[in-house]
């Protein structure tokens, strides 16, 4: 591997939809002898390791691309030909990325490395922050506190393998196959935090998350999002993503409507 290093052509690799803030800043293209291949360059030791042991796990499955090699802190993927997902394709896919999801929610942790955080100091530090930069109130602060409390007495919370950032431009259509191809998304978190997202902002209709829950049944129960279920994982992902928007200077004005929405009971679930 090391030599592609040294006699290929690299270049940053983005999705199809160049508008849509492309993949790690990590993520490369390499071009070599006619073929191309996937490169991450990883920043540090710890987080390779990580990255290599989720491919590993994961890899048998079929639904991440195959990992070639490593050297140092630089990880080769294979190259998928074929098109990223599209916002229109979310009724057609969302049976198979619901099976993806619930595979990665049924493997077992055993021996995986990963660090454990306290949840709550995390969420109400974010909380705490966008507070302090006035994205919110005083008054909304103390109502989504309110509600975080109130659903977490509800739900019973498990730790687990779980998708993350699930957007339909980390899913590639290959040779006719859906392969999830950002491998940073797959970690260890509270299960099912990962759903939020698309059923928030790419499942929106009551079809298409009937089709995603179709296909995630179809390998593990989703009787676990309970409306209370869902409300909790939508607060914690809409701090989380206000936060992350505003330190990226990215708009954020779309989640904090549907936060206002959920403190007033208005979102869909």
């Known amino acids: 591997m090391k030599h592609l290093l040294k006699n290929s052509k690299i270049s940053k690799l983005f999705p199809d939809e160049k508008n849509m803030g492309g993949m790690s800043s990590e993520v490369h293209l390499i071009r070599h002898c006619g073929k191309k291949y996937v490169l991450r360059v990883c920043k540090s030791n710890e987080r390779a390791d990580l990255f290599e042991e989720v491919s590993r796990k994961f890899e048998k499955y079929g639904f991440i691309p195959k990992l070639l090699g490593r050297h140092k802190n630089n990880l080769f993927f ?44 995390k ?22 506190t309110d509600k975080y409390k109130q659903l977490k007495k509800k739900v019973k919370i498990k730790w687990g393998f779980d998708l993350g950032d699930i957007d339909y431009t980390n899913f590639r259509l290959s040779n006719g196959k859906i392969y999830f191809v950002d ?39 989703s009787r676990f999002l309970t409306k209370d279920y869902l409300q909790f994982v939508y607060l914690c992902f809409l701090i989380n993503n206000i936060f992350s928007k505003y330190n990226n200077k990215i708009s954020y004005a779309s989640n904090l409507g549907r936060l206002n929405k959920l403190l007033k009971g208005r979102l869909r679930w």
Do not use: H, M
Request: hydrophobic residues 35%; positive net charge.
């Open 78 to 121: 294979e190259y998928l030909q074929g098109r990223d997902l599209r916002e229109k394709d979310a009724l057609r896919y969302a049976e198979t990325i619901g099976k993806i999801c619930a595979i990665i929610n049924k493997e077992k942790i055993n021996r995986f490395k990963f660090k454990k955080w306290n949840y709550d100091k």
């Open 123 to 144: 969420f109400f530090k974010r909380l705490d922050f966008l507070l302090d930069k006035k994205i919110i109130d005083k008054e909304k602060s103390e109502s989504v």
């Open 183 to 221: 491998i940073e998304g797959v970690n260890v978190r509270l299960i099912g935090i990962g759903i939020a997202k698309p059923f928030l902002q790419w499942f929106r209709t009551p079809k298409q998350r009937k089709k995603f829950l179709k296909g995630y049944n179809s390998v593990r129960s």
